[in-house]
């Protein structure tokens, strides 16, 4: 594998961007699987590779490649008073990427996009936003910000999210994930996981539900609870290296 870090201008953000990326060294004629993902609140891109073992777990696959996006802690949305990062990470980021390294799978299915905390709802709001680029979404400790509170922090709510209740807004995920399979768009495959600990446990259950309550199970939802485990680097690494080894297994 190689490692690189870039430096990218955003014109949509007027912003230089800071990505990690690992990257396969085969030269096979089969494009690259990738996997983005996406750090949790309060860090950045380098959390992940810095925190768990995950670079370990792509070595171990000659085709997967390893994207670390960052987001300046903007939850990965459309900011109701700020940047448009939603649009960045899932269609602006994507593309530079796939223009620097044509080998980049552009199929949906070979892009696979995952976080933790905030990362864990960035996923899911990233992978239902664009499901024609997302065909994989791991979603871990992964709440609905529509249920969070905000009360001690509502300027940080009001400049990501606006005033007003989120649960009819498009930072709703469990909006979100009513309506994509009624739109006749792609639907992405989704692997929600958490630790049995978590202190937001019970938002990561009403995210469950909705999911279990769309018909016939059109995301092929599965989910993971580890045991005594709680919001923590330990989760993280369980859970990502538990996804990675699923996926292999489901696409070798």
């Not at 009360?151 to 979100?176: A, H, P, Q, T």
């Not at 599965?222 to 045991?227: H, S, Y």
Request: hydrophobic share 35%; glycine share 8%; charged share 25%.
């Amino acid at each position: 594998m190689t490692f690189a870090q870039f430096n990218l201008a955003s014109r949509l953000l007027h912003l230089r961007m800071d990505t990690w990326a690992m990257l396969p060294d085969t030269t096979s004629d089969r494009p690259w699987r990738v996997l983005w993902i996406l750090h949790g609140g309060g860090s950045d891109h380098t959390d992940w590779l810095l925190h768990t073992m995950v670079a370990s777990y792509v070595e171990k696959t000659p085709d997967l490649a390893l994207i670390a996006v960052n987001s300046n802690d903007s939850c990965y949305v459309n900011e109701a008073n700020g940047r448009r990062y939603l649009d960045y990470v899932g269609d602006e980021h994507v593309k530079i990427m796939r223009n620097l390294f044509p080998q980049l799978s552009s199929d949906r299915e070979d892009n696979w996009i995952s976080g933790f905390s905030n990362g864990g709802y960035g996923a899911l709001e990233v992978g239902l936003s664009f499901p024609e680029t997302f065909g994989v979404i791991g979603a871990y400790a992964a709440g609905d910000k529509a249920d969070a509170d905000f009360s001690n922090r509502m300027e940080e709510k009001i400049r990501l999210f606006g005033e007003g209740d989120m649960k009819d807004s498009e930072y709703c995920v469990r909006k979100k994930i009513r309506e994509l399979p009624l739109s006749g768009r792609p639907i992405p495959m989704v692997d929600h996981g958490w630790g049995g600990a978590d202190p937001w446990l019970d938002m990561n259950y009403l995210v469950k539900e909705e999911f279990e309550k769309v018909p016939g199970n059109p995301y092929r939802y599965r989910f993971t609870e580890l045991p005594g485990i709680g919001h923590t680097h330990e989760a993280m690494d369980l859970l990502i290296r538990q996804f990675i080894e699923k996926m292999k297994a489901e696409r070798p």
